[in-house]
Structures are given as structure tokens and as C-alpha cells.
């Protein structure tokens, strides 16, 4: 089984759960110390009283209905996310005896309406910002188990999907009914009770439900779809990727916002804001794809040569129109305003403050901001971002900017926060472990505590670290090793040489820098091809060339420019070699920078990361906080 198995709160029979809620009233109690020794932080006020209120409502209608032997998983953990699904239920199905699961979506609301003309999207009052409709949000979940969990695959027919919104009339929540229902997303208000029991018999016998619930938690768990690697598809052909929650919020705001600068000429600038892995380019290749192949004029721009040379020869092989569609943010300078009907401006934390540069004809340098040359551009602009990837000087991608851009041309800014995980095995808790060990959130570094979702290792030497990805390729899974930008880098091969440059040196090991430039040489691909060309293991990646991909698993070798001394981190500017890093690039600067490195290169790891330090004592902390596992 991969690391990113099935996780769940707590499973028991519908009658037990029932008993255990009116006899002992402990549920939520014992939902919550599970959930602290599960994720390490204690779980939402809101998170506990919809367990208080919620989960009694479903397991009454399930013992009303007969139904007291079916299996309830609560809090089900949807495979390498940080997604869960409120409760699956687990059985045999009525006419085939065969096991059938239902996925529940739990809803305390008394009343919702859709937002403006999209009914995917709904307001209700205790939220600030619009929320996924839930029929849409329990038919992602299905999609996505169907896609992940092999018990499943083989018959994707015994899943089904409800939304039961317990304590909401008919009328409350009518409007959402305009999202079509079928076998995979439905909804059932708490007037609609004694239909939801009909339904419910539908789908579940009366009979013991712990085997079939053991066949799902057994199911094998695939590897998810890497991003480059159905690219071409999403792109030219269909939807690859199942959206979830705030990743399928963030798409349909931009939809809708579509619709409305069509109808009326009016812009609006969206901001999609989440940290690594929680899906920011997988939504802008899903909107890319859909609007390429609705004919609406859209492109895909980032700051990123790396990315956008990837996205030009993955998506576009042999397909000119496509290559067009990924350009550079500061393709814009000359656009004619409002050109493009979207333009999705993806890793829009690598935005510059201008677009001119030392090429930049005399008659186009201006002191235009960036941002606001993008914002001409379309209709619709929308900004992917994660503030803590900031990596270089000089970029300034942050929600902050944006907005304040936005308000100063008097736009209107819709802002989507993304707070699931999709990488990293979808462990929130690595997420909060690697910005803990940089000091850039929480309290400082902790001691490292295995979740099953992900695998975090140290290495006692860089040959130890190459070894041990060697061993990992040898099994089929991708590998990469990238360090912090310590050692000088040879840009120019002179022809004739029989091997690149060995750059990165230490001890008696030494090898090269990702290839510089736009060619492959020597076996070695080209640097913008280093992440996803497997001929890219054995050369050192830095956080160019790194940000933006992701592989299954990462080496990282931190070098002598974070190192730890006693009780805190010390940033050594000098022992960068980062041409980027000037003497105007402030102390305060540099320490940001290094950390939001090095917090790049620690979350490119699908399934696991091992890291290497070139300083003993940092070294030594490491394995203070990374328990030894092999």
C-alpha cells in the first residue's frame, strides 16, 4: 500500500453509534482525542458540534430505518489528500448481495440559496464567502474515490453519494436543486426524512456491513495523477482531474465570473491562494482545457521558464495552437486591453514588480507594475499564489498586492483560499512539520511524528541520500535530488567535454547542476525538462528549476547557508552563490528567502523526502527530529 491510505476517525455499527451517543453522549469526546492523535492539533469548535449534532441525526434515520448493522466510517480520509469525507456507509446491496457503499455529506444549515445565476455555488449565512454546493461537493468525493481507491475501480457502480441536509426544509435550500442529481450527488432536507430512509434501503439491506467496509479500507491506493504527466490530455481532450471542494469553488468562481464579463463587459480579478500541493496549476490546466476547448480566449502565463517550457513540449507535443497558450508574464507589455477574455496567471508568486528587464526595447520600458499589465490584459485575470514561495528578489506575489492593484483600477477581487493538501501524500501535518522547521509558521521546529501519509527521512551523507533515491527508482518511482543554491554553477560547457561540470561538491562526492539553458547535452535534459525527463536524476536540481513540479520522491541536501546553531536557525549569506542575491537584497531579504527556499524544495515529494545536511551540527539536529525508520 502506498503511504496516503485510507484514514478515518472511527468505524462502528449504526445501532452501537447510536447507543454509544444516548447512553454514554461520549461521541464527540472520543471523536476528538482520536482526531488530536491523528492530526496532532485539536479539531474546529465547528468541526466538533457538527459531530455533536449531525452524526446523531444519520445514525437515527439509519436505525429507523433497519439499518442498524450497516458500518459507519466517520471522517473518512479520501487517499493522498488532506480531504475527508464526513461518513461512508458500508454494506451489502438489497437485490445484487453485493457490497455497497454510500458516501454522506452531513449539513446542520437551515437554509441556502445559490450565489447570483450559479447554483454550484451557494451562500449560506454562517459562511463569509460562497461554499460548493453540496450535491456537486459529495459527487467530487465519489469521482475522486472511484479514481484512488482500487476496490472501487473494479466496481465503481457500488458507490453512491448524498448530501443530507437535516435540519433544512424544502424551501430553505430549493435553489440548490438546480445542480442535476444522479446516483453520485444528491440531496435529502430533513423534511425529505422519510424518502432519505427509502433511499437509504435502496442501496443497504438490512444485514452486517463490517466485511464490505473492510474490502474499502483494504482497497489499494494508486498513485495520483502527476501533473505533467496528463497535461496533453486535460488540456486538448477532457477533464483529468476531479476538483474538490475549494479546488472546484476556485474553477467555478472563475466560470461564473466568465459568464458575467461576456454578458455585461465587466472584469473581475480572482485570486486562488494554497500552499504546495494544494492544487493550484491542476485547477489552472482544468480551466485552461475546459475554456481551449469551449473556444473562449484564454492563456497560461507564469514567471516560470522551467513551467512553461514543460507545459509548451508536455501539452503542446506536435500542436502548435496549444504551445501558444503558455506564455511568460511579461508577454503582456504591448496586449491590447481586455484582449483575452481570462488569463490565468499561474504561480503568480514569481510576479516582478515590472516587466522590463536588460532586453526590453528602450520604447517599452516603463515603471508599469507587472500586476497591472496582466490585469489590462483580459477580462477576467486570475492569480494562483503561495506567498511562502517567494524564492527570488524582486518577486512580489502576494494576496496583499494583488488586492491593493486590483482596488487602485477599481476592480472588483474575489480571493479563494485553498486549504487541502494533495501533496506530500496529502499530509497536513508534514506541511505544518516543514514550515515549523524553518520558523516561517508555528513555534519552531517539533519532533517529526510518522502519519502513514508520507515517509520523512535523514541521510548521513549525500551518497547515502543518492543511494537510497537510486534504490527507490529501482522500484519504478520517480526520484529527484535538488539543494539549496550553495556551490557555483557552471553556465557554459564548452563543447568537446566528455561529462558536465561536477559543481556541487562535497567530501569526495561531486556532481553536476541541472543542465543550464534550453538544450539537452551530454544525456542530460534541458534545464526546463529537468523535473519531469527521468535523464534528470543524477544531476542537482536547484529551486528554479524544482518550484512548480513535483515527483514521488525528493532528496534534498541543505547547505551551509541555513544552518543550525544551538537553539535557533543562522542564514550565511556568503555561502550562498545566488547571482540573483545582490548587495541591495537586504539581510532581512536574504533570511526570508532562504527559508521560503528550502521550504520549495522540501515539499516537491509525493510519497517521501530524505534530506541531507552539509553541517554537522545541523545534521545532528535533523536526526533529533526525524525518528529512524530504515
Known amino acids: 500500500m502506498l503511504p496516503g491510505g485510507n484514514f478515518l476517525l472511527f468505524r462502528e455499527s449504526a445501532a452501537s453509534l447510536a447507543n454509544r451517543t444516548h447512553v454514554e453522549g461520549r461521541l464527540a469526546e472520543l471523536l476528538t482525542e482520536n482526531f488530536l492523535h491523528k492530526h496532532r492539533h485539536r479539531p474546529q469548535p465547528s468541526e466538533v ?8 441525526a444519520l445514525t437515527n434515520a439509519l436505525v429507523e430505518a ?94 453512491a453519494g448524498v448530501a443530507y441536509l437535516h435540519n433544512a426544509t424544502e424551501f430553505g435550500v430549493a435553489g440548490l436543486r438546480a445542480v442535476p442529481e444522479d446516483g453520485r450527488g444528491r440531496m435529502f432536507t430533513g423534511e425529505q426524512r422519510g424518502a432519505f430512509q427509502a433511499y437509504l434501503r435502496s442501496r443497504l439491506a438490512p444485514k452486517p456491513g463490517a466485511e464490505a467496509a473492510d474490502v474499502l479500507l483494504e482497497g489499494k491506493v494508486r498513485p495520483s ?25 476556485a474553477y467555478e468562481t472563475v466560470m461564473s465570473a466568465v459568464r458575467k464579463a461576456r454578458r455585461a463587459s465587466r472584469k473581475q480579478v480572482i485570486v486562488v491562494a494554497g500552499g504546495p500541493g494544494s492544487g493550484k496549476s491542476v485547477i489552472a490546466l482544468s480551466l485552461l482545457g475546459d475554456l481551449y476547448r469551449r473556444g473562449v480566449p484564454a492563456l497560461h502565463a507564469t514567471g516560470s521558464q522551467s513551467f512553461t517550457k514543460t507545459m509548451r513540449k508536455v501539452a503542446g507535443a506536435r500542436k502548435p495552437e496549444v504551445q501558444k497558450l503558455f506564455r511568460y508574464f511579461n508577454s503582456f507589455m504591448e496586449a491590447e486591453p481586455n484582449d483575452l477574455d481570462v488569463l490565468v496567471c499561474d ?61 487602485e483600477q477599481g476592480l472588483e477581487c474575489t480571493v479563494v483560499e485553498l486549504d487541502s493538501q494533495f501533496r506530500c501524500g496529502g499530509s497536513d501535518a508534514y506541511l505544518r512539520w516543514v514550515t515549523g522547521l524553518l520558523g516561517l509558521e508555528g513555534d519552531g521546529p517539533t519532533v517529526w511524528e510518522p502519519d502513514g501519509k508520507v515517509e520523512l527521512l535523514t541521510a548521513d551523507s549525500p551518497r547515502e541520500l543518492e543511494d537510497f533515491l537510486a534504490a527507490r527508482r529501482a522500484q519504478e518511482y520517480g526520484a529527484r535530488m535538488s539543494a539549496g543554491y550553495c556551490w557555483k554553477w557552471t553556465t557554459k560547457v564548452t563543447p568537446g567535454m566528455n561529462a558536465l561540470p561536477t559543481d556541487v561538491t562535497i567530501g569526495d562526492w561531486a556532481r553536476p547542476w541541472n543542465l543550464y539553458g534550453d538544450r539537452s ?54 555561502a550562498s ?16 528567502l532562504v527559508r521560503n527556499t528550502y521550504k520549495v524544495l522540501l515539499t516537491r515529494g509525493m510519497i517521501g523526502t530524505i534530506i541531507y545536511s552539509t553541517d554537522p551540527e545541523t545534521r545532528e539536529k535533523l536526526r533529533s527530529l526525524v525518528p529512524t525508520t530504515h
Open 521 to 574: 547535452l551530454l544525456g542530460a535534459p534541458p534545464a526546463p525538462l529537468w523535473a519531469t525527463d527521468p535523464a534528470g536524476f543524477g544531476q542537482v536540481g536547484c529551486v528554479y528549476t524544482a518550484q512548480g513540479f513535483e515527483y514521488d520522491w525528493s532528496g534534498v541536501i541543505m547547505g551551509p547557508d541555513l544552518v543550525w546553531r544551538t537553539d535557533r536557525w543562522i542564514v550565511d549569506r556568503t
Open 577 to 592: 552563490k545566488d547571482p540573483s542575491f545582490t548587495r541591495t537584497t537586504s539581510d532581512d531579504d536574504v533570511d526570508r
Open 66 to 159: 433497519g439499518l442498524g448493522d450497516v458500518e459507519m466510517l466517520l471522517e473518512y480520509g479520501l487517499p493522498l489528500t488532506s480531504k475527508r469525507a464526513d461518513v461512508i456507509l458500508a454494506g451489502v446491496h438489497p437485490s445484487t448481495g453485493e457490497p455497497s457503499y454510500v458516501v454522506v455529506e452531513l449539513k446542520q444549515w437551515s437554509n441556502a440559496f445559490p450565489e447570483e445565476d450559479d447554483p454550484l455555488r451557494c451562500r449560506v449565512e454562517a459562511y463569509p464567502a460562497p461554499v460548493l454546493n453540496p450535491i456537486e461537493q459529495v459527487r467530487g468525493y465519489c469521482d475522486y474515490l472511484v479514481s484512488f481507491n482500487g476496490a472501487l475501480e473494479r466496481r465503481p457502480e457500488s458507490l
Open 347 to 407: 504561480e503568480a508568486h514569481r510576479l516582478r514588480k515590472t516587466s522590463a528587464n536588460r532586453y526590453t526595447k528602450a520604447s517599452l520600458r516603463t515603471d508599469r507594475p507587472q500586476v497591472a499589465e496582466l490585469m489590462d490584459a483580459a477580462r477576467v485575470p486570475v492569480f494562483l499564489l503561495d506567498q511562502h514561495q517567494v524564492v527570488r528578489p524582486g518577486e512580489m506575489g502576494t494576496v496583499q498586492e494583488i488586492r491593493d492593484a486590483a482596488a
Open 225 to 249: 495523477k502527476q501533473l505533467m504527466a496528463v497535461a496533453a490530455e486535460e488540456v486538448r481532450n477532457r477533464e483529468q482531474f476531479v476538483l474538490l471542494d475549494e479546488q472546484r469553488l
Open 49 to 56: 458540534r457538527s459531530w455533536e449534532r449531525s452524526i446523531p
